[in-house]
């Protein structure tokens, strides 16, 4: 019974999308431009281009598994601030975005959205930034593409871990749609890596991300924040420490 249960509600268990209308107007302080891109036949993918005055650079972001652009947008507004454009998309069934989810979706979306940013800059002024379910998809990018470096917050080492970490006594590996191999992924990126994670996080926990570093790349670092949970990283000094050195 809960193998099955596994199977047939993993979705449920892993995205908790809300939904918008179409006409839904967002507001935000910052400029921004709403776009729909469409990247499948049966998909179009709403997301929102936020434009700094005198960009250092672009960031593509890649939001969690809770809510919609109307609240992701005004996290992301911290890196406007900063004189960065972000460019953030909801995935597929959250917000506006409409389509069939999966994985590969969600690889085809975003490689979609990275495409669209090296129309408009050039590929080494992009930063990868993926958070908590977003840091896998991130990671994904990172290993196909050429940014400028990869930022994860509150990684883990793939939902498959953090699955057996909670249903010990189940074959997640078999029953997994969803595998998220952000390790995998992390073995071939090139550029600098930089990953925030809490003591404290119960969410994705601290174990799993740890176990990125038996990677031994020279070019990963990994920023430990003693406190801190799943969702409040921002509230330590550390963090913006961290962060204004990687993003001047």
Known sequence: MAVSLLYFLQEKMLFFPTVL??????????????LFLKTDNDAVINAIHFKAENPKG????????????????????????????????DYRTYGKSTGKLSEKALYTDAQFCYDYL???????????YGRSLGTGIAAYLAFKNKPKQLVLETPYYSITDVAKTRFPMLPVETLLKYKLP???????????????HGTQ??????????????????????VTIDGGNHGDLINYDLYHREIKKILP
């Open 201 to 222: 996080d119960r969410v994705v926990p601290m174990d799993s991300a740890k176990k990125l570093l038996n990677l031994n790349m020279e070019n990963l670092n990994f």
């Open 58 to 89: 672009v960031i593509l972001y890649f939001h969690g598994n809770a809510g919609n652009l109307s609240r992701w947008g005004l996290v992301t507004e911290y890196f406007v601030e900063k004189q960065y454009d972000v460019l953030i998309m």
């Open 118 to 128: 090296k129309a408009h800059y050039p590929e080494n002024g992009i930063t990868l």
């Open 21 to 34: 209308e179409q006409g839904y107007q967002y507001r935000f302080s910052k400029p921004f431009e709403e």
């Open 182 to 196: 952000t390790h995998q992924y992390l073995e071939g990126v090139s550029c600098p890596i930089t990953i925030f």
